[in-house]
Every structure is written in structure tokens, then in C-alpha cells.
């Protein structure tokens, strides 16, 4: 069984860093999945969620979305079965709801992954 367990969230001021970090277990072929980090706010269905960043199977390709191109950057370690997501200069509107997503072919919709996490909340005052 699939477990996806973000963590790392919290209650940040304006300005700050803070880093989510996802752990992937019962995947045996975690270095063969893209993984991307998705961020949901309240009202939204979870279709609706927003793309934040993505990286393939290598760690060497990688997406950012324009609002946080410069400030968030996602990384992984495959022998950790680990991704994360600096995310540096937070704004109030990053506040969300972050999940991880794991993606056997990649991409930036909702419909490419195949497990999810709970998510995380980021909280961001002003």
C-alpha cells in the first residue's frame, strides 16, 4: 500500500522560509514517478488544485508556476523516497493546503497522479 506523508507546515509571518518536505513509502520504483507539489485553498475542489512545481523521475528537469518561479524551489532525494519544496520571501497568497502528488508520467493537472498525501497547511500572515 501507497502512503504519501507531507510535513513541514506551519504558521509563518511575511517574508519567511519555510520547507515541506514529502516522504513516499510502498513504492519500490519511487525514482521512476515525477512528483509535484499542489496547493489547494478554501473553496477550490480538489481538481482545482494549482500546480506549484514539479520535477522528474532524475531530479534534473524541472516546473515552476510564475507566481513562485524565484522563491520555491523542488528538489528530491531518491534514496530517501523524499521530495521537497523550499519555499523562501512567502507571501500571504501562498496560503493553502500543500499536497505532494506522485505522477508515473508527469505533469501540472491534478489527473496525472496517482497518490496523494493529506497535505500540509501553510499559513501565511501578513
Known amino acids: 500500500q501507497v502512503q504519501v506523508e507531507e510535513s513541514g507546515g506551519g504558521l509563518v509571518q511575511a517574508g519567511d522560509s519555510v520547507m515541506l518536505s514529502c516522504v513516499v513509502s510502498?513504492?519500490?520504483?519511487?525514482?521512476?514517478?515525477?512528483m509535484g507539489w499542489f496547493r489547494q485553498v478554501p473553496g477550490k475542489e480538489r481538481e482545482e488544485r494549482e500546480c506549484v512545481a514539479t520535477i522528474n523521475y532524475s531530479g534534473d528537469t524541472t516546473y515552476y508556476t510564475d507566481s513562485v518561479k524565484g522563491r520555491f524551489t523542488i528538489s528530491r532525494d531518491n534514496a530517501k523516497n523524499t521530495v521537497y519544496l523550499q519555499m523562501n520571501n512567502l507571501k500571504p497568497e501562498d496560503t493553502a493546503v500543500y499536497y505532494c502528488?506522485?505522477?508515473?508520467?508527469?505533469?501540472?493537472?491534478?489527473?496525472?497522479?496517482?497518490?496523494w498525501g493529506r497535505g500540509t497547511q501553510v499559513t501565511v500572515s501578513s
Open positions: 510502498g513504492r519500490r520504483t519511487f525514482d521512476k514517478y515525477a
Open positions: 502528488g506522485v505522477s508515473p508520467f508527469g505533469g501540472t493537472t491534478t489527473d496525472v497522479c496517482v497518490d
